[in-house]
T-cell receptor
Framework: AQTVTQSQPEMSVQEAETVTLSCTYDTSENNYYLFWYKQPPSRQMILVIRQEAYKQQNATENRFSVNFQKAAKSFSLKISDSQLGDTAMYFCAFGSNFGNEKLTFGTGTRLTIIP | DAGITQSPRYKITETGRQVTLMCHQTWSHSYMFWYRQDLGHGLRLIYYSAAADITDKGEVPDGYVVSRSKTENFPLTLESATRSQTSVYFC???????????FGPGTRLTVL
């Protein structure tokens, strides 16, 4: 079974700064999918970014980018020019190629952007 | 475009009562899921469905029942609620096995 570890329960950063959230995972598979979801105080789960393991290029979405290190099984999320609206819980998730419909989530990192 | 909705958004019930949480999606996605979110555990899969009339257990299925008679609906029933089932419940859907899952707004359930 896969496991996903987010070792930073809480983080805070000043507005406009850059912050990196860590995620490691354990799997014996070669092809899989990784996700970062954001959960603001509204509780809605929102997809931030998705990475396919077979792609060497790191995924980016505007101010959000990932550092995907397949050999190290690491999948960190970098938020540039952080904004107050980035305050949220962030969850890393693993999707198996053998059953990507079933996601395994980490326990989350609570990120606070300080004005 | 309504997307994926859940009802009720909040529910308080008592131990031993039956509770049904509703999930409805307008995208005609094949796959639907139920997760529960608890502090320190992230989201854990309860049940999922690959299509109408096809369901399977996830990581924490005990005490829950699901059905899927129509593609767009995926209700979750707690047959006899227990305090340990106090949680936030999320429904999600995806069109294929490898596509991104999209989540509903969640239902906060409290069992007294």
């Amino acid at each position: 079974a896969q496991t996903v570890t987010q070792s930073q329960p809480e983080m805070s950063v000043q507005e406009a700064e850059t912050v990196t959230l860590s995620c490691t995972y354990d799997t014996s598979e070669n092809n899989y999918y990784l996700f970062w979801y954001k959960q603001p105080p509204s509780r809605q789960m929102i997809l931030v970014i998705r990475q396919e393991a077979y792609k060497q290029q790191n995924a980016t979405e505007n101010r959000f980018s990932v550092n995907f290190q397949k050999a190290a099984k690491s999948f960190s999320l970098k938020i540039s020019d952080s904004q107050l609206g980035d305050t949220a819980m962030y969850f890393c998730a693993f999707g198996s190629n053998f059953g990507n419909e079933k996601l395994t989530f980490g326990t989350g990192t609570r990120l606070t952007i300080i004005p | 475009d309504a997307g994926i909705t859940q009802s009720p958004r909040y529910k308080i019930t008592e131990t031993g009562r039956q509770v049904t949480l509703m999930c409805h999606q307008t995208w005609s996605h094949s796959y639907m899921f139920w997760y529960r979110q608890d502090l320190g555990h992230g989201l854990r899969l309860i049940y999922y469905s690959a299509a109408a009339d096809i369901t399977d257990k996830g990581e924490v299925p005990d005490g829950y029942v699901v059905s899927r008679s129509k593609t767009e609906n995926f209700p979750l029933t707690l047959e006899s609620a227990t305090r340990s089932q106090t949680s936030v419940y999320f429904c999600a859907s995806t069109i294929t096995r490898t596509d991104t899952q999209y989540f509903g707004p969640g239902t906060r359930l409290t069992v007294l």
